[in-house]
């Protein structure tokens, strides 16, 4: 390598293979990133690849990146607490009776 | 076209937007191009971004290299480096980004091989050294030597070109997410 620029492109690909690896531009590269260690990736997406291995089906609730998938998770966490709490109410509630 | 589509979505930008989907990627949909114009910077708040560029160029199993943009579910892309006769194919089983709209930065690392003279992609994104080191782009100096896919053969002897890259993407547009940008 000769040298390193910043450039600004169009568009946000990354599309992950079974294998972990692509060529790209003609270079090897994984599809991780230096975010998450390799091997816990591999570990995270084991039941994504299972799941298309074995069913055909992908998710695409990734595809718009995680700070879209940002409110989701938060509508997600705060049901289940939302749950629990009312769960644990109810609970307390038959006790007391 | 076989596609089913389950659960909901998340649509600010006109994306394709569903949880979970199974494509047929012979007679698959390129996802409709949204009309507003692109964002000068659209850099995620939310988990570093660690992708490529629609126009960088993926290798196919055949050999063969298409834009990023025209990759979907379903495809089989080259993951080897080396080995005559052994391609070392792999399916794409989902995308982790795949975004059409916005500018986004990435790095661009320019060897001295006349065949392959850039490679792009994220800062963050991870890339093999020649010693077999697995590093982040952002870290990768002057010196240092890329894997680089040396022995493909597209189509069994064909040439391999790298698709256009236009300074602020492609255009006209479905020739950006069609086949039309497909370096066949």
């Given at each position: 390598m000769r040298a390193a620029s910043r450039v600004q492109w169009r568009g946000l690909y990354n599309p992950l293979t079974l294998h972990g690896d692509l060529i790209v531009d003609g270079y090897r590269v994984s599809?991780?990133?230096?975010?998450?260690p390799s091997v816990v990736g591999a570990v995270l997406s084991a039941p994504l690849r299972a799941l298309y291995v074995v069913t055909g089906l992908s998710t695409t609730l990734l595809e718009a990146g995680m700070d879209r998938l940002a409110p989701l998770v938060a509508a997600v966490a705060t049901g289940v607490v939302t749950g629990a709490g009312l769960a644990v109410g109810s609970a307390l509630r038959r006790r007391l009776e | 076209m076989t596609i089913q589509q389950i659960l909901f979505g998340m649509n600010k930008r006109g994306q394709r937007v569903c949880a979970w989907s199974r494509t047929d990627a012979d007679t698959y949909v390129p996802t409709p191009q949204p009309t507003a114009p692109p964002q000068a910077q659209a850099t995620p708040k939310w988990g570093s971004p660690s992708c490529f560029p629609a126009a960088a160029a993926d290798t196919r199993a055949d050999g063969w290299t298409a834009a990023m943009a025209d990759v979907v579910v379903g495809d089989a892309l080259r993951v080897a480096v080396?080995?005559?006769?052994?391609?070392?194919a792999s399916l794409v089983?989902?995308?982790?980004h795949r975004l059409v709209v916005g500018t986004y930065d990435f790095v661009e690392l320019t060897t001295?091989?006349?065949?392959?003279?850039m490679l792009t992609l994220s800062l963050g994104h991870l890339v093999y050294l020649a010693d077999g080191r697995l590093v982040a782009a952002a870290d990768v100096v002057p010196g240092d030597g890329l894997q680089r896919a040396t022995s493909l053969a597209p189509g069994e002897g064909g040439a391999t070109k790298r698709p256009r890259r236009l300074p602020y993407g492609c255009a006209p547009l479905p020739a950006c997410n069609g086949a039309g940008s497909t370096t066949r």
């Open positions: 599809t991780f990133t230096s975010d998450v | 080396s080995a005559a006769g052994d391609a070392g089983y989902m995308f982790a001295s091989d006349g065949a392959a003279p």
